[in-house]
């Protein structure tokens, strides 16, 4: 058999599985998509009238949507793996008009097909919740419409490529995977939403973050970094959440404007190594509501800024803090006053194992760990009283 007619039968078996796969959508009141997928992936084909013909290998030019997602739509699983590991650029050749791939939660192995960055129209690919292994193609590159792009939950290794030529990319979550190496420096300008925890980077966060003018959500928790975080974060015109928690930093950089421009909302560095006084400028975020700094190495007296923030109600001008979460550190000295007038429900405050001069459970934020020994405070710091 001709290798043209090869590829054409191949072709067909492909038709037939798409057709198969659009048959059971129609047939079937009960979508397969996890409840937890719906809004923002359903599964559904959508086939253009106008391309609808009499010829079964026609139909793979069609698809401008494929989703496949958990659990897998076909009974025999296996089926859909094999399908996944033996595409080739002459069987997704035809597929120029597809616009999102969906194939999250279905068992996939072996590396991502180089072929996938051929999808000139692609703006939308899951390939989450799989088994999928090596580095992440150099194709990808190619896909220059692509808007979301999801490879969380899978063995990815390797170094994240530069993606800078994805100028539509405005989300990417690449968490729990093993990319390695550094925050790359040359991250699409488009981002609005960064997410990869749980990875084995390193080194820190590259001043160039700052150049990602549209950016809101920066997720690096759970990794290697160490050294200072940057003050760029700290006045980023538009970050309002950012996780750098299971880290190894051990400095941060006060912005010039002592926090005045922030854009922050959530901010949560806990499980560090960061050292010194509490950062005052924190509390002179004016939208920060959320400030997570348990466990890491900080001394000194809780700031009086932090117990106003906490305390008082917020205006049109500046919020209240609603999760003031410092447990964990090396704090020393009284309770602040503000702190103290304090309801249950009123906010979340937590001050437990620090070295604070008197905590009783009779604060509900003194409770469920006790202070730290005096002993543990002493070999921390001789300027413990």
């Not at 191949?10 to 796969?21: A, E, M, P, R, W």
């Not at 650029?89 to 991502?112: A, K, P, W």
């Not at 190894?248 to 002592?258: E, M, R, V």
């Amino acid at each position: 058999m001709s290798k043209a007619s090869i590829s054409t039968l191949y072709l067909h078996q492909l038709s037939l599985v798409f057709f198969f796969l659009f048959s059971k959508l129609l047939l079937s009141a009960n979508s397969a998509t996890h409840p937890a997928d719906v809004q923002v992936r359903q599964a559904r084909l959508w086939i253009a009238p106008s391309h609808r013909d009499h010829s079964r290998s026609s139909w793979l030019l069609c698809f401008t949507l494929l989703t496949l997602m958990e659990p897998p739509l076909f009974k025999h699983p296996g089926y859909l793996r094999q399908f996944f590991l033996r595409l080739t650029s002459d069987s997704f050749s035809n597929l120029t008009r597809l616009r999102r791939l969906g194939l999250s939660g279905n068992s996939l192995t072996g590396e991502i097909p180089t072929v996938l960055g051929s999808l000139p129209h692609l703006e939308e690919l899951y390939l989450d919740n799989n088994h999928l292994h090596g580095p992440i193609p150099w194709s990808f590159n190619n896909l220059t419409r692509l808007k979301r792009l999801e490879i969380q939950r899978n063995y990815i290794s390797g170094e994240l490529p530069d993606l800078a030529s994805l100028k539509s990319l405005y989300f990417l979550d690449a968490s729990d995977n093993n990319i390695s190496g550094g925050v790359p420096s040359t991250l699409p300008l488009s981002l609005v939403e960064l997410s990869m925890r749980n990875n084995k980077i390193r080194g820190n966060i590259p001043d160039s973050i700052d150049k990602i003018r549209f950016l809101q959500v920066l997720d690096l928790s759970h990794n290697m970094l160490y050294g200072a975080i940057s003050s760029v974060v700290f006045k980023h015109p538009s970050l309002e959440q950012l996780t750098l928690s299971y880290n190894n930093f051990s400095l941060l950089q006060a912005p010039g404007d002592k926090g005045s421009s922030s854009s922050l909302i959530a901010l949560d560095l806990s499980y560090n190594k960061l050292r010194g006084l509490l950062p005052a400028f924190m509390a002179s975020m004016p939208k920060l509501t959320a400030l997570s700094l348990e466990h890491n190495e900080f001394t000194g007296m809780i700031p009086a800024q932090y117990a106003v923030k906490a305390a008082a109600p917020g205006n049109d001008n500046t919020s209240s803090f609603e999760r003031l979460l410092l447990g964990g550190n090396y704090l020393f000295g009284p309770i602040p006053g503000p702190l103290m007038g304090l309801k249950p429900g009123s906010a979340d405050v937590s001050l437990v194992d620090n070295c604070l001069y008197r905590c009783p459970d009779a604060f509900f934020f003194c409770r469920g760990r006790d202070q730290k020994s005096l002993v543990d405070c002493k070999s921390f710091g001789p300027t413990i009283p």
